[in-house]
């Protein structure tokens, strides 16, 4: 963990930096091949029974960007995260995190490994029975022996960077669900991660909560100097921040590069996916045999 001195530097920096992301954006999508790589997932096979989630996909995650992963609801999104993290092992395949191969981490190597990890759960998954200053309280308790000055200080500073500072004396049952978002957030950043990975974030907001969440996750990520991942289908929110895009569907990266790229792809199963269209490759009808033979079938499925 960095000092306390650190810790303060870096957090007025996000309270008061603008995007500075969107700056160095062109820079940093040209250089990509350049960078260094924080997360590498190759060849990756993982299935749940005989259900193939992911069948050989390879990503790299470019240390201080932003990455989307995107496809449509059931691809398998929320397990990659887990599987980065740890908490699911592949079948088969390699996930690497700033050089560590997960899957073969033990138990201590791998929970070291995960303090360096932020995470925002879909739901926030804030501890009902805690206050807001508790839940951000609760991961430096629980990883560090800091006096207790130092955690308010802590603490403070994590609930000012995402606005809710005033807010800390309040239970999770009082907050609004941008609110809860923005806490869940700020525990995420408590322990002062290199990589925050942000599960399905702007689902459920209102048009003003989603803005401030999309915000402040790119502010976040510039001031803080993190890595961060977005598992979501919330396609221009998650653009606008976004440094590079991978699209899952049917256990394979079926397109990948830049927001601008993207839009300008050839596959029809992108053109699909970030306009929205109904119908295309991904078809609006579930397999089925001829309406008429199913018809004159005489009403089998009843």
């Known amino acids: 963990m960095q000092t306390s001195i650190s810790f303060r530097n870096n957090i007025l920096r996000a309270t008061r930096q603008g995007s500075a992301h969107h700056r160095g954006k062109a820079t940093l999508n040209t250089s990509r091949k350049k960078q260094d790589i924080l997360v590498q997932v190759r060849d990756l096979v993982f299935s749940r029974g005989e259900r193939v989630i992911f069948d050989g996909i390879d990503l790299d995650i470019a240390r201080g960007s932003i990455t989307a992963i995107m496809g449509p609801s059931g691809t398998g999104k929320t397990t990659l995260l887990k599987l980065i993290g740890g908490q699911l092992c592949p079948q088969s395949g390699s996930i690497t995190v700033d050089g560590e191969d997960v899957p073969g981490l033990g138990i201590p190597a791998l929970y070291r490994l995960r303090k360096r990890m932020g995470m925002m759960f879909q739901t926030g998954a804030l ?30 500073m994590k609930l000012q960077a995402v606005g809710l500072r005033g807010a800390a004396g309040l239970m999770p049952n009082e907050l609004s669900g941008g609110m809860a978002r923005r806490v869940a957030m700020a525990r995420a950043i408590a322990l002062d991660p290199m990589m925050v990975m942000y599960d399905e974030p702007f689902t459920g907001q209102d048009p003003i909560s989603m803005g401030v969440v999309v915000k402040l996750i790119d502010e976040l990520n510039s001031a803080l100097g993190l890595t961060s991942i977005i598992v979501s289908h919330d396609v221009r929110e998650t653009a606008a921040i976004a440094d590079y895009v991978y699209l899952l569907s049917g256990g394979k990266v079926v397109d990948q590069g830049t927001p601008d790229t993207l839009w300008e792809s050839a596959s029809e199963w992108s053109q699909q996916f970030l306009n929205g269209k109904p119908d295309g490759p991904v078809a609006f009808h579930y397999p089925a045999p001829a309406f008429r033979d199913d018809l004159v079938g005489g009403g089998r499925h009843a």
């Open 127 to 156: 501890l009902t029975d805690l206050s807001v200053y508790e839940n951000v309280a609760f991961p430096i308790r629980e990883h560090t022996r800091l006096p207790e000055a130092l955690v308010r200080d802590l603490v403070l």
